[in-house]
């Protein structure tokens, strides 16, 4: 159909985005025989893993559990090559699975969605690409991603530089040569963690300027042993499982139930070196009261502290690079290789915004409120508008055309991150409100794939024409959500969890932190009993 045409294409769904998401939403869906069209921006499936190009990006999460379990076949066929994947080996794998799977054919590239509204007499939404297409839809997916779109710079005397400017979240495709270059990196977040320690290796000069340090543990990282995979492939299933039951959804966490202030001092200290030298997430599974107890969460603090000043030789660096200001683990820990070490380097210098904060970016370089820097680049590692941005940025209105940016001017409100209260037919995969980035995605995204599909089986066989979450539904959610934030120490740090990271953000804690395998099963008894908190709508497919 021309995008010019009068009356938009009917379809069954429309899903917003070809990442993890989108491709298994679209699967689900097809398989039940529904007309679907997927809308992406990028030129190619991938969602985070198209856009994040920089150089050391990968998961922080072990490869094998990192991918699809919907599949056994898939499983078989796909071998990792890496503990740890990086982009391009993860960009394959999605490549390989929307070939597999056939889904290419129902994706529009290049391809942004600028408005969605939902049509109260229809029950149907009308979208609006920036091509000028119309679709009109009965259910639409916002397979949007929780950290895909990043925060923009907004220095002072930015056009003014006259060298290259990078973003880590919009890498040139052709990658960077920064040799014998001198380089600032504004941010030390995750992605500026895993890309510090390459750049270094290239520039005349690296000059890293943080604001607030990380705390990030050693990934460890290697090829995979083969006797590992075969182990993985014989109890797949198993472990599988093992991974759904943990409170993050990871089995390599190792989550126990031993209380750190119960633990002698001696022992405490052996399980911290032990893990440490595992790798990865696996430093929080290692007691149970770290996310809760203020003092067993030093314990852990004061461990990576240590850690920190055996690897980084100038004292006052190490001074500088260690978090005082929030918990251990209260912001998205992360998962480096050799990013401590980096500041050994010559070549590599660290600056403390905290102290002398950046006043403009210059012709030739930055100022801070101490000394001017000259560079040839530039690269912003500055984070994300996490969980609501994509769907901030399209305008999605509800009932009584309310926009649903307006209706979370307070921060976002959801029933169990799926739906929004007024916004009928529109599910949010790992959306606010949901466990999403405070567990293994992968399973996060196959979970709420699987109510969703189930959900629009159960409405098609039953003639429903619309699904819509109550307010009181909400309500009670949203203050639950919070309710057990607030029994951890999550909300003491200024996280993109809370939406600190963006001026004028609302600060709400937007993850749901009270466990994978309790959401779920709360997911599960609400379509068990047939929609609990949703009111359901006849007329008809």
Sequence with gaps: ???????????????????????????????????????????????????????????????????????????????????????????????????????TRDIAFETRVTSATFDETANRWTVITDGGEQVSARYCIMATGCLSVANSPDFPGLESFQGKTYQTAHWPHDGVDFTGQRVGVIGTGSSAIQSIPHIAEQAAHLHVFQRTPNFSVPAHNGPLDPALVEDWKANRAQYRQEGRETGFGIRAVEATEDLALETPAEERTRIYEERWARGGFSLIGAF???????AANATAAQFVGGKIREIVKDPAVAETLFPTSYPIATKRLCVDTGYYATFNRDNVTLVDVAKAPIQAITPTGLRTSAAEYEFDAIV???????????????????RGGVALKDRWAEGPRTYLGLMVA?????FTVTGPGSPSVLCNMAVAIEQHVGWIADCIEYLGGRQVAAIEATDAAQDAWVAHVNEVADTTLYPQANSWYLGANVPGKPRVFMPYIGGFPVYREKCEQVAADDYEGFVLTSGGA
């Design 288 to 294: 149970a009261d770290i996310i809760v107890d203020p």
């Design 1 to 103: 159909m021309s995008a010019t045409s009068a009356s938009p294409t009917a379809i069954d769904a429309v899903i917003v985005g070809a990442g993890f998401s989108g491709l298994y939403m679209l699967h689900r869906l097809r398989a039940q025989g529904l007309s679907v069209r997927v809308f992406e921006a990028g030129t190619g499936v991938g969602g985070t893993w198209y856009w994040n190009r920089y150089p050391g990006a990968r998961v922080d999460i072990e490869s094998m559990e990192y991918s699809y379990s919907f599949s056994p076949e898939l499983e078989a066929e796909w071998e990792w090559s890496e503990r740890y994947a990086t982009q391009p080996e993860l960009l394959a794998y999605l490549n390989h699975v929307a070939e597999r799977f056939d889904l």
């Design 380 to 398: 912003f590692a500055i984070g994300f508008d996490a969980m609501t941005g994509a769907l901030n940025n399209i305008d999605i209105r509800g």
């Design 422 to 426: 007024g916004f009928p037919n529109l």
